[in-house]
């Protein structure tokens, strides 16, 4: 077993004045997780049990994952709007689930409550939920040491220097907004924590026009959805900005994005991941310093030859145990090639899954759904590019026998049910479905 000083408890004795959040410094905020810590403690978390956190971008969650991560519970963020039964069925094992009624209920401090001074780099720090291509959404688990390479990783890669300051306006259920504020924490940096998605705040914030969250952040992590809509609301470099990167993942980019963004000033990082790598992959076309990325041959071998295109193979400390194959490898379900330096370039996805704005949507569970209406019998949903979500959601409906179907009515029907995200910005009415002869679906077929 390898382990490492408690990076709260680290920065909280490096630092202690800096500031780990907007006007919350590190020894204010080590004082307010151990306080947590205790009272969770109380209420049942232990080490090594996991723990569900069904609260928004905020300082509550912060000090929550933190608390947990003082225990050394397994924290299992979840987004706060998933349907009930949906919750129920990420977090079976749970031994606690923390919304804000929750945390605000919680029993006073129990001051017997052990305390971790270490991470073990082998236990599982955080399970996050994400989608494949077909099924329910998959827990990863993800080590302490899934966290500290991917951070030592992007640093590597990206720079981190002692004022960097990190906006993140993404979920926090998400890899990619967790990474920020493990990132900040292991580096002893500032994380800039929105709420959540607000174009003009974010705007301004770059800008420099919010005194009171302090000195302009330095890297913010967006999806081209929103990298659009910043752009598109006159995002350019001014006198006032500390922008170095602008990193941007989460779906492919559209054409022309990088370039306009380059003729507007803003340095763009594009960069690759997934939640099994532990979010980064390969950044500015360069795969991590501490992963190593090979494709799959025609023979079925991985190589690492320039030129050739197949599925993307990776490994090394960042990747999820639970991820990897028989063979040590994660086979990541996209294709890509790599150049003479090595760097990758990602040409297209094996699998169905539409990613809209950043979120993974499956189409079959998206189909369930609408055909759970008494005037629709089929239904096929697919993605087709869109300049601003990269792909919306659209979906083909054959109606049910003498019946017509209302689209307005089925979309708000769907919208009960389903994520924002999820619900198809287009449905058409078909009389029927391309389906192959054994009767399978030709997917691909429908765009």
């Known amino acids: 077993m390898s382990s490492v000083e408690s990076w709260l408890l680290r920065s909280a004795r490096r630092r202690p004045e ?38 928004p971008p905020g300082r509550p969650f912060v000090t929550v994952l933190h608390a947990l991560l003082r225990i050394g519970a397994v924290v299992v963020p979840l987004d706060p709007r998933l349907p009930v039964a949906e919750v129920d069925r990420r977090l079976s094992r749970a031994v606690l689930r923390l919304d ?58 990206l720079g ?54 302090g000195p302009p952040p330095t890297v913010v992590s967006v999806v081209p959805t929103t990298l659009r809509r910043l752009l598109d609301a006159g995002l350019h470099r001014t006198d006032r900005m500390a922008l170095r990167w602008v990193l941007l993942g989460g779906a492919s980019i559209p054409g022309g994005m990088l370039e306009e963004a380059a003729e507007a000033g803003i340095p763009v990082a594009p ?26 041959a025609a023979d079925g071998t991985p190589t690492t030859a320039p030129g050739v295109t197949g599925e993307v193979l990776v490994s090394g400390p960042t990747v999820s145990r639970a991820a990897v194959a028989d063979d040590g490898l994660l086979h990541t379900g996209d294709l890509g090639v790599l150049d003479e330096r090595g760097h990758l370039r990602i040409v297209g996805r094996s699998s169905d899954t539409i990613i809209t704005g950043g979120e993974n949507v499956l189409p079959l569970e998206v189909e369930r759904v609408l055909e759970t209406d008494p005037s629709v019998t089929e239904a096929a949903v697919f993605g087709r590019p869109d300049r601003e979500w990269g792909e919306r959601v659209c ?16 979309r708000a029907a769907a919208g009960a049910q389903l994520l924002r995200h999820q619900v198809p910005r287009e449905i058409e009415v078909v009389d029927d479905l391309p389906r192959t002869p054994s009767g399978k679906l030709l997917r691909r077929q429908l765009t």
């Open 271 to 296: 960069t690759y991941g997934m939640s099994e790598t532990t979010s980064q992959i390969a950044t500015l076309g360069a795969p991590l310093f501490c992963t190593r990325v090979a494709i799959t």
């Open 160 to 213: 981190c220097p002692p004022g960097e300051r990190w906006l993140c306006a993404l979920p926090l259920n998400h890899v990619g907004g967790l990474s920020v504020l493990l990132r900040s924490a292991i580096a002893g940096t500032t994380a800039v924590v929105h709420g959540g998605w607000d174009t003009e705040r974010v705007l301004a914030s770059l800008s420099g026009r919010l005194p009171e969250e």
């Open 395 to 410: 979906a083909r409906v054959v109606p049910a026998p003498g019946r017509e179907v209302d689209v307005a009515a089925l």
């Open 100 to 157: 804000a009624a929750a945390v605000d209920g919680l029993p006073g401090p129990d001051a017997a409550a052990d305390l971790r001074d270490e991470h073990d780099l082998d236990a599982v720090a955080i399970v996050v939920h994400t989608s494949g291509t077909s099924g329910p959404a998959k827990p990863i688990p993800l080590t302490y040491g899934n966290w500290l390479w991917s951070a030592l990783g992007s640093a590597a890669t």
């Open 18 to 55: 800096h500031e780990a959040l907007l006007d919350v410094t590190y020894a204010e905020l080590l004082r307010d997780t151990d306080l947590l810590a205790r009272r969770l403690w109380a209420a049942g978390a232990r080490p090594d049990a996991e723990v569900g956190v069904l609260l």
